[in-house]
């Protein structure tokens, strides 16, 4: 009865989507073609794109490893686990991240983010939502945008913080996403103190509680622990670098990752250490008054 069980289980996940898997870890395409999408590899590093997952079989395959399969050998192989852990690992997706083939291209071009009008915050539910997370308008406008979007053939608004590559990240009330390309953000203010914060809103909150801090400051967003990599390879310009990344497991490794590479590196992740990250403390009006 086991037997059959975990067969029925292993051909449930290898249903489950890895383009969908990959992006709920934090891993986004570099480019999508007609059959395949392109990442950089999630198992190495690496600067151009040699991970590809077949969109119509939902394999993938590294060519800088040689080394390919389904979605169970891809957990298996970026969690060091055995093939019962990666079922277990992928339960919870077994019906939200289902695999589907695409149709057409054109089904692909509709489902992209494309981008049509960048201006200063004023529609009140854009206001609204900052408000709601405790940002005030100013520092909103300051370092974000209104973005109006298209994407599956209806027009949409929301919050816009610009990557370095021209990429946008989007939030309002109802929505979180990202047009591409896709990489992290960079305020630059000739400083060699650098700042780095793993998303937007943690972003706008350290500007909201030390804007001086941030002004006197380069800093970067990572919008994804993905683009830890890429960030490294700035650090050591800097003489300081101070850490505000999430109180999360994913945080936590990633701050232990660097504070174990560089020593010119601060961890401050302390000061908000009752809250899972910068923006939850801030909304936290009453910790702000003690």
């Known amino acids: 009865m086991e037997n059959i069980e975990t067969s029925k289980s292993w051909e449930k996940a290898r249903n489950i989507c890895i383009v969908k898997t990959l992006a709920k870890l934090g891993h986004f395409p570099s480019r999508i073609a007609e059959k395949e999408a392109w990442f950089l590899s999630p198992l190495r590093s690496e600067t151009q794109a040699s991970f590809s997952v077949s969109l119509h079989k939902n394999l993938w395959y590294d060519f800088g490893m040689g080394k390919g399969g389904s979605i169970i050998d891809l957990i298996m192989t970026m ?81 816009g913080l610009q990557n370095h590559l021209g990429g946008w990240e989007l939030r309002n009330k109802y929505f979180k996403n990202s047009s591409s390309p896709k990489t992290f953000s960079l305020f630059e203010n000739d400083s060699k103190q650098l700042l780095i914060t793993e998303g937007m809103f943690d972003f706008l909150s350290l500007a909201t509680i030390d804007e001086g801090l941030v002004q006197s400051s380069d800093c970067i967003i990572l919008n994804s622990l993905a683009f830890l990599d890429r960030v490294k390879l700035v650090i050591p310009v800097y003489k300081r670098v101070l850490l505000f990344l999430d109180n999360d497991p994913a945080g936590k490794k990633a701050t232990a990752t660097l504070l174990s590479l560089y020593d010119h590196i601060t961890d401050c992740s302390d000061s908000y250490s009752e809250y899972v990250d910068l923006n939850e403390k801030l909304k936290d009006e009453k910790a702000w008054k003690k």
């Not at 489902?111 to 854009?126: F, K």
């Not at 940002?135 to 599956?152: A, D, F, M, S, T």
Request: net charge positive.
């Open 79 to 159: 969690e060091s686990c055995t093939v019962k852990e990666a079922l277990e690992y992928l339960m919870n997706d077994m019906t939200k991240l289902s695999f589907r083939p695409p149709k057409t291209e054109a089904r692909l071009r509709r489902a992209e983010i494309r981008i049509l009008d960048v201006e200063a915050i004023y529609l009140q539910g854009l206001i609204d939502y900052l408000k709601s997370r405790n940002i005030p308008l100013e520092i909103g406008n300051k370092y974000c945008r209104q973005v109006w979007y298209h994407r599956k053939g209806k027009r949409f608004f929301a919050i």
